[in-house]
């Protein structure tokens, strides 16, 4: 049948787009970032009549689907992306890869030529179905919009399906592939409302990124005579708490470090931890990248066993130093993140749950010297840092330290990939004021990063926080699209404008032939012009005073409402690597810890 012999197919369209948003409401979806096109149009006319619905329109499809990842990252609820059919949808495979590794809850309603038109010619028609792999964790095609209550019932059902499976124990993207036919536009006579009584989503206890699942719930299997054997090896020896990415619940925070001084084992916090900056117990260490530079530290501080939350920590030289130590990975999302192959016990728990549930079966001395030995070396190698930075030219430790220091408590960094969330790693130390750190390690992408950025800002994180992006150079050009969107922001955007990709400058391909057009590639573009391209405000600085008077002046502007802009911070990057190395050299030359 033609779509000229169908004109109530056009209302058809919106009453089915109306029930699957309707239960989109149900499952927790608040925010719609779309992408204009024209087979999309029953969807936006549908999210259009949704009170509950807030729409942003974003142009390009991969910036829009950032946003929407920077949106969902804040709010902790599932965020819907919209756009129309063809190639459009495969501009959010890098964002939906992302999503897909660090468990960011996406709902991807891409529109689509309806059946009878796939495989044929048709213009702008390509197989959409299941065009992010594995990458989602459903993919649904429900067919072309139906009349009647049981259609509407079961459109109905997969939009609440979609979203609570999005925000499940494993979260994540699901992809809904929507073909309609035309017409697209209902005629002026078509009577279509949501559904209703319209309710507040389904509840379940929070923890992470949304995930619905019961922390104790998937510890209590573990009875008297099912706990793990391998558990044993946690009764005895020396171990370490090592917290890569996750965002943890205030609970699950207090529970690590409860735990932590129960085992007497430090708690190792990655940047993106949601533990380096908050009230800590001396459990917490943050210096370790440092300490194991050091060859008899990190002999002497070498574990027998290792429990592990969250992802892959940032820290290459820890990630290195824990091969071969038996380890115990906990995560409710049942994720294997074990690329040295040493878990020997993998718990589906959240950080909560496992914790609490272990107190109760380790009979251990709380609080002893094991603790005391790391918290002394973290603080001699704090000593050591400051004094370091205090005689050393300016450069990228020095910015850490003091843009930490004057972010408000409260407030939220966006740090990028590459240099920027190493050097934090290295410089920031640990902090009791409550600061959040957010950041790409899902797939370790530069990619996506002003847009990111913006929609962490427009996310309403709660409790509120405004968020300030620490971006490289290069990943800031890389998201040119992003720009567009950085007049929204309250606080500032810094880049780190060191000529390029300088991470290559310390690893093996610097100096092969080609090195600085094909691997450090130098951008010809520089800040100043794209901010006056795309009407920003911009600051340029070279030192510590030039850094702390712009930084002033911007936090100023967002507090009075006022676009932050732009702090272009100009560095001399061969000076700069020059003191990295010397840090490094006196890490390893001095005696930070006594042999036992």
């Not at 006319?45 to 929407?68: M, V």
């Not at 949808?89 to 897909?100: G, K, Y």
């Not at 950080?351 to 609080?367: E, K, S, V, W, Y």
């Not at 309250?490 to 780190?496: E, F, M, N």
Request: charged share 20%; net charge negative.
């Amino acid at each position: 049948m033609s779509d000229t012999e169908t004109p109530d197919q056009g209302c058809r369209n919106l009453r089915w787009a109306l029930a699957l948003f309707d239960g989109l409401v149900r499952g927790g979806v608040r925010r719609v970032v779309l992408s204009p096109g024209s087979r999309s149009t029953p969807l936006v006319l549908a999210a259009q009549r949704q009170p509950l619905i807030e729409l942003t329109p974003i142009l390009d499809e991969r910036s829009a689907a950032f946003f929407a990842l920077g949106l969902a990252q804040a709010s902790a609820r599932p965020v819907a992306l919209l756009c129309t059919s063809g190639s459009a949808l495969a501009h959010w495979f890098p964002a939906v890869i992302e999503a897909s590794e660090s468990g960011v809850p996406l709902i991807l309603l891409s529109a689509d030529r309806p059946p009878e038109l796939r495989g044929w010619g048709a213009n702008q028609t390509i197989d959409q179905t299941r065009l992010f792999g594995g990458f989602t964790r459903e993919c649904h095609d429900p067919g072309p919009a139906e009349e009647g209550p049981a259609a509407l019932k079961a459109i109905r059902a997969l939009g609440l399906r979609a979203a609570l499976v999005s925000r499940g124990p494993q979260p994540g993207p699901v992809h809904l592939n929507l073909p309609f036919r035309e017409p697209l536009v209902p005629g002026p006579s078509c009577t279509a409302d949501p559904l209703g009584p319209l309710g507040e989503p389904e509840s379940a206890p929070v923890d992470g990124h949304g995930t619905l699942a019961s922390a104790t719930d998937h510890v209590r299997s573990f009875g008297t005579q099912q706990w793990p054997q391998e558990l044993t090896i946690l009764g005895g020896g020396r171990g370490v708490i090592c917290c890569g990415p996750i965002t943890p619940s205030d609970a699950s925070a207090e529970a690590i470090f409860a735990c932590a001084e129960r085992l007497d084992a430090p708690v190792l916090a990655d940047p993106l931890s949601g533990l380096r900056f908050r009230p800590a117990p001396t459990a917490r260490i943050t210096r370790y990248d440092s300490l194991l530079r050091n060859p008899q530290t990190a002999a002497a501080l070498r574990p027998d066993w290792v429990i592990r939350f969250g992802g892959k920590p940032v820290s290459k030289t820890l990630s290195g130093w824990l091969e071969g130590v038996p380890s115990i990975l906990v995560d409710p999302g049942e994720r294997w993140t074990d690329p040295t192959h040493d878990v020997i016990a993998r718990i589906t728990a959240d950080p909560t749950g496992f914790c609490r549930l272990l107190q109760t079966r380790i009979d251990r001395d709380a609080h002893g010297p094991w603790i005391e030995r790391w918290a002394a070396a973290e603080q001699a190698l704090d000593r050591f840092a400051r004094a370091f930075l205090e005689q050393s030219p300016w450069c990228e430790g020095h910015l850490i330290a003091d843009l930490l220091e004057h972010l408000p408590a409260g407030d939220a960094l966006f740090c990028a990939n590459s240099l920027p969330i190493r050097q934090l790693d290295t410089w920031s130390g640990q902090s009791d004021k409550p600061l959040l750190v957010f950041g790409h390690r899902g797939a370790s992408g530069i990619d996506g990063q002003s847009s990111t950025l913006a929609g962490l800002n427009a996310g309403r994180i709660e409790p509120p926080r405004r968020v300030t992006g620490l971006l490289g150079d290069l990943s800031f050009i890389h998201d040119l699209s992003g720009l567009m969107l950085m007049e929204r922001l309250d606080r500032p955007c810094i880049v780190l404008n060191n000529g390029g990709g300088r991470i290559f400058d310390d690893l093996p391909q610097h100096g092969l032939a080609g090195f600085e057009a094909l691997w450090r590639t130098p951008p010809r573009v520089q800040p100043d012009a794209l901010a006056r391209a795309f009407g920003l405000a911009h600051r340029s600085v070279e030192d510590a005073s030039g850094f702390a008077q712009a930084l002033a002046e911007a936090m100023d502007a967002g507090t009075r409402g006022e676009p932050a802009g732009l702090i272009e911070v100009r560095l001399d990057a061969e000076l700069s690597l020059r003191t990295h190395r010397m840090f490094w050299n006196g890490v390893r030359e001095q005696s930070i810890i006594e042999s036992e």
